[in-house]
T-cell receptor
Framework: AQKITQTQPGMFVQEKEAVTLDCTYD???????LFWYKQPSSGEMIFLIY??????QNATEGRYSLNFQKARKSANLVISASQLGDSAMYFC???????????FGSGTRLLVRP | NAGVMQNPRHLVRRRGQEARLRCSPM?????VYWYRQLPEEGLKFMVY????????ESGMPKERFSAEFPKEGPSILRIQQVVRGDSAAYFC????????????????FGPGTRLTVL
């Protein structure tokens, strides 16, 4: 069965430092996509980054990169040079190839300290 | 280049009343999804619609909840006879390709409607 696990309910990071948010997943489908979304205190869900199961390279989008370790079934989000505006909930989600449902983890609340 | 629009942003209803949540997808998107988020939890899939068709409503409660996406106008999520347990944030997302797509078909979310049932 599909499952997404985020084991860090909350994390702190100092401004300008890098931080890694963990995500592990479980699926038997060889074709799948992994997504990260940011939910600031205002409540909207903002798409950050996508990684496909067949992608050879780790995805990067500006200060966001995805540390994709397929054998370990992990897709950790790395945020470099943290900013105060990065304080938010972060959700990892997965979608199998033949499906349209996004399965979400329980989220990690990140707090960036000045 | 407007994103997904949802209204109202906040909705307060008394028990037994009806709630209507509206969603307009991104321009060019014809696939709409509704998700529900309970406090301190991730989003849970409710229903997937294309224009005039419900493709999958497996995540919808069997009673009181319905959804539509008419040929013209926004998608509507309707909750009849609301109860306190319906209090949640309801998110709409849209995508370009839908069911036949690769996993890379990204769903873009609206700002959500926060429903409070008194």
């Amino acid at each position: 069965a599909q499952k997404i696990t985020q084991t860090q309910p909350g994390m702190f990071v100092q401004e300008k430092e890098a931080v890694t948010l963990d995500c592990t997943y479980d699926t038997s489908d060889p074709s799948y996509g992994l997504f990260w979304y940011k939910q600031p205190s205002s409540g909207e869900m903002i798409f950050l980054i996508y990684q496909g199961s067949y992608d050879q390279q780790n995805a990067t989008e500006g200060r966001y990169s995805l540390n994709f370790q397929k054998a370990r079934k992990s897709a950790n989000l790395v945020i470099s040079a943290s900013q105060l505006g990065d304080s938010a909930m972060y959700f990892c989600a997965m979608r199998e190839g033949g499906s349209y449902k996004l399965i979400f983890g329980s989220g990690t609340r990140l707090l960036v300290r000045p | 280049n407007a994103g997904v629009m949802q209204n109202p942003r906040h909705l307060v209803r008394r028990r037994g009343q009806e709630a209507r949540l509206r969603c307009s997808p991104m321009k060019g998107h014809s696939h709409v999804y509704w998700y529900r988020q309970l406090p301190e939890e991730g989003l849970k899939f409710m229903v997937y619609l294309q224009k005039e068709n419900i493709i999958d409503e497996s995540g919808m409660p069997k009673e009181r909840f319905s959804a539509e996406f008419p040929k013209e106008g926004p998608s509507i999520l309707r909750i009849q006879q609301v109860v306190r347990g319906d209090s949640a944030a309801y998110f709409c997302a849209s995508s370009l390709q839908g069911t036949s797509s690769s996993p890379s078909d990204t769903q873009y979310f609206g700002p959500g409607t926060r429903l409070t049932v008194l």
